[in-house]
């Protein structure tokens, strides 16, 4: 294709006619005076201008986005009394960013979105957070699935195992305890995978067990739900990765909590740092962090999905009190969070007695 070339030829001037105007030659000499003041006249009114009328501050975004609610609202502050109820079609818990700290009164600052502190030996709550606000719950769902469990089946129960592990693992890419078909597992074997290493492989197989179905061991644990009064739950499946309708509240989980540790199997498993199946295979290794390392502690239960975030139903055992912590919606600190309300709840409340609360 060929190529054009585009000039431009000044057009000739007129030459004064004979005994016409004089003509004035537009020469450089005369045109630089002008050109100077036309640009300091302009640089003056540009300058008047802007100075009257300031600019205005951006809009602050918001750090995080609360569960269940959309990037354009705010996080609500810690006083909130509003408690939503999720429904049915499920709640979108977008967030991008870490959740500010936030606290009321004496108790420490948290970086999760929701949490409770329980007193266990009277149930009362406290310290409370968004306590009641249904939020994606994460393998803290696992809890659920070991009461139904214990309730319907013995620990020397036997098993025949048929699904996978670790193709569930490179399918959904979760935690696994390694399960694999023709295996041979007491329900004992599967509980401590269950609850020591967040096996979604031992969920579904004890959903499998013990309902017959999934769906059918589901409706038994809203069935337990319902039981235990926890007005804030819906379970969609038995190990917790995000399903639009599957959510909890940190008031239920740590009553939730609360009821596991009232069983000695369940009490047993969550405490319990390595544990042998009856396989060939390696010893199981309890993902919690907290055993071994904070002082009294006895549990309960970690987890974590790109929705729910960090969760964590934490207990501990101290001058003859047990306390119960659940923080939901943390980033990067649920322990911080769990242990930091741990402290505050032993040293800074009596036992079911003085409460100090963030509604």
Not at 95 to 108: F, L, N, T, Y
Not at 149 to 155: F, L, Q
Request: glycine content about 8%; aromatic content about 6%; overall charge negative.
């Amino acid at each position: 294709m060929s190529r054009f070339k585009y000039t431009y030829t000044p057009r000739r001037r007129p030459r004064p006619r004979s005994g016409g105007a004089i003509h004035i030659s537009l020469s450089p000499l005369f045109l630089a005076p002008v050109l100077v003041l036309a640009i300091l006249g302009a640089w003056w009114l540009a300058r008047d201008s802007g100075d009257s009328a300031p600019l205005k501050e951006p809009a602050v975004l918001a750090a995080s986005c609360a569960p269940g609610r959309s990037c354009s609202e705010s996080t609500p502050k810690a006083t909130q009394t509003a408690t939503p109820k999720a429904t049915q079609t499920g709640i979108p818990h977008p967030r991008s960013q870490a959740a500010p700290a936030v606290s009321e009164g004496d108790a420490p600052p948290i970086t999760g979105y929701s949490a409770t502190v329980l007193e266990d030996g009277c149930g009362e709550a406290l310290f409370e957070l968004n306590s009641h606000v249904s939020v994606p719950p994460a393998s803290l769902t696992k809890i659920m699935t070991a009461l139904v469990a214990v309730d319907r089946t013995e620990p020397n129960d036997v098993v025949r195992i048929d699904v996978n592990g670790p193709e569930l693992s490179l399918e959904t890419d979760s935690t696994v305890m390694g399960i694999e078909p023709g295996m041979r597992l007491s329900m004992r074997d599967l509980l401590f995978g269950l609850l020591m290493r967040s096996g979604n492989d031992a969920a579904i197989q004890i959903a499998e067990e013990v309902g017959g179905s999934v769906p059918a061991f589901v409706r038994m644990m809203n069935e337990k739900a319902d039981e235990l009064g926890l007005t804030d739950t819906h379970f969609t499946n038995p190990h917790g990765l995000d399903d639009a309708a599957l959510y909890s509240s940190a008031y239920d989980m740590a009553v939730m909590g609360r009821e596991l540790l009232r069983d000695p199997l369940l009490a047993e498993i969550v405490q319990t740092q390595f544990y042998q199946p009856a396989w060939d295979g390696p010893a199981l290794e309890n993902l919690n962090l907290l055993l071994g390392t904070y002082p009294g502690i006895v549990g309960v239960k970690t987890g974590y999905t790109d929705l729910a975030g960090q969760t964590i139903v934490a207990a501990a055992e101290r001058d003859g009190r047990r306390i119960i912590v659940a923080v939901m919606g943390a980033q990067t600190e649920m322990y911080g969070d769990a242990t930091g309300l741990l402290e505050w709840a032993f040293s800074e409340t009596s036992a079911c007695g003085l409460t100090r609360t963030a509604r």
